[in-house]
């Protein structure tokens, strides 16, 4: 134990060492993820794995790690060029990489320190640990805004013992950020199942699959599966860094968990014949949608059913606009109904995300075989926002906080479950509306509640300052963000900054 306290406290504290230089926690991420690939290459090319993987000449550990001063550079930059022009998981890692530590004493201190450790054989949760607290670290860098790429894990946690993911089926996410559904997954496979040797083959290369637009992000991903066990360090990638709404690659699921990007349009930045920049809607015409729109949520949930095989289910976050818009979001929804059986959503708090004021739920829907009825007869809902509050630091959401949810779900047997919601309790979080009930509301809107807001009907009973102090200012922010497409629209789709 003190030796795995040991290797977190160094890899923490370059950190913080190339902070003081101007080196965020990403950059240190990107450049670590590099570096750590290429040690582990080395590793497995020895007793006792003797695994033949090939890198350009020049470009491997020993030569690196021989360097000093601007010969290290030299040779570190001439490495990340070469590399990035390698097929499968190796050129994906360093496609588009470039060295952001201009200190090379420095660089030459964080190779010592990969070097001093065999990394291939400690255990994957410690590599795991130490990767995935760099992400989380890197979300909190809000000028970044790698926080939309990292989706709280205790949420995952909840929304993975809903499912219950089993072996020998395949999970994918059409955006998958940094991989943590797909881990969740694992791990609750590993840990729920005795597995064989065929069912752990499965597991670690023909499960998953994502697609990840933004390169870090992807490079980061690749890393922090491999570094949990998945993948193989010279075979093909898993994770496609093709814009997942643009066609039907025609791949189907047992499983879909997602949560989207932020945002509610898809948009290009094009040059203009004078050299300026302008933003321009990205309009997906498929013909295996309901509906075109330029609506980022709506085109990723209608691609979401799409990749679901005829038995497949899907858990996906998504924003509330998702659940009252009018148009596009009101056809989305009822064909939605009709194709699937939307089950279940879970409203959730305000102040769990990176980025402030979200308001959003997850929806839980199984996919079904074309009929005349619609397959959705009911839907349960559970609302964990009124009268809840996180803050991220505070108080954080944890898989405690959504216990009574996933209890009340009930898992094992989602047929059999019992409203906590009565005339008698009108405090019951859990509640079920027929199909018909929704049918009748304006637009079909699934943005359903019925808690009262103590705070505002007990002003003795107020919350904390600084918990109000927050509430006001996601209000603030979550209404300029709305206010900014607004002003876009009218104004040519032009972006406000």
């Known amino acids: 134990m003190s030796n795995q306290t040991s290797i977190i406290s160094k890899v923490w504290s370059f950190a913080g060492i190339l902070r003081d230089d101007g080196v965020s926690y990403g950059d240190y991420l990107e450049q670590l993820t590099y570096l750590l690939f290429l040690k582990m290459i080395d590793e497995f090319a020895k007793p006792p794995y003797s695994r033949k993987i090939t890198v350009p000449d020049g470009c491997d550990w020993e030569s690196l790690k021989k360097e000093r001063g601007a010969a290290l550079e030299t040779r570190y930059n001439k490495t990340l060029k070469e590399l990035a022009n390698e ?3 190796l050129g994906q890692i360093f496609t588009k990489s470039q060295n952001k530590i201009q200190d090379p004493a420095k660089l030459f201190k964080i ?3 990969v070097d001093k450790e065999k990394w291939s054989m400690m255990g994957s949760d410690l590599k795991g640990q130490i990767y995935e607290g760099l992400l989380e670290k890197n979300a ?8 939309q790429y990292f989706t709280p ?12 993911p089993e072996p020998m089926k395949t999970i994918s996410d059409p955006a998958c950020g940094t991989g943590g559904f797909f881990l969740a997954a694992y791990d609750y496979i590993i840990n729920n199942n005795n597995l064989d040797r065929d069912q752990k083959e499965f597991l670690k290369n023909k499960t998953f699959y994502g697609n990840e637009i933004v390169a870090n992000t992807r490079r980061m991903c690749l890393m922090n599966m491999f570094l949990h066990n998945i993948g193989e360090i010279d075979g093909d990638t898993f994770i496609s860094s093709a814009d997942a709404l643009v066609a039907d690659e025609g791949k189907r699921f047992d499983y879909v968990l997602a949560n989207p990007p932020f945002g509610k349009k898809s948009s290009l930045t094009i040059t203009n014949e004078e050299g300026e920049q302008e933003k321009e809607d990205l309009v997906y015409n498929r013909q295996d949608f309901w509906v075109t729109t330029s609506n980022k949520q709506l085109n990723f949930l209608q691609h979401i059913r799409t990749l679901l095989k005829e ?4 858990a996906v976050v998504l924003p509330d606009n998702i659940l009252f818009e009018g148009g596009a979001g009101e056809t989305v929804r009822k064909e939605l109904m009709k194709s699937t059986e939307l089950h279940t959503i879970l409203r959730l708090p305000t102040g769990i995300f990176y980025k402030p004021g979200v308001k959003a739920n997850v929806l839980f829907f199984d996919n079904k075989p074309g009929a005349r009825d619609a397959w959705t007869k009911e839907i349960w809902f559970y609302d964990y926002r009124t009268n809840v509050h996180h803050t991220l630091k505070k108080k954080p959401m944890v898989l405690e906080d959504l216990k009574d949810f996933v209890e009340c779900y009930n898992p094992t047997n989602r047929h ?3 409203e906590t919601w009565s005339e008698d309790n009108p405090e019951g979080r859990w509640r079920k509306f027929s199909y018909e009930e929704i049918l009748e509301r304006d637009k079909t809107s699934l943005d359903l509640f019925w808690l009262k807001d103590k705070s505002l009907a007990d002003l003795d009973n107020l919350p904390d300052p600084d918990v109000l102090a927050n509430d006001i200012i996601e209000n603030i922010e979550a209404s300029l963000e709305s206010f900014k497409e607004i002003m876009a629209t009218l104004n040519g789709n032009i972006e406000v900054e």
């Open 311 to 314: 038995t497949g289910e899907a």
């Open 111 to 113: 190779i010592d320190m």
């Open 153 to 164: 894990r205790a949420l995952i946690q909840a929304m993975v013992a809903c499912v219950q």
């Open 416 to 418: 059999d479950r019992i």
């Open 140 to 147: 909190e860098d809000t000028k970044s805004g790698a926080g």
């Open 87 to 89: 097929k499968g998981i």
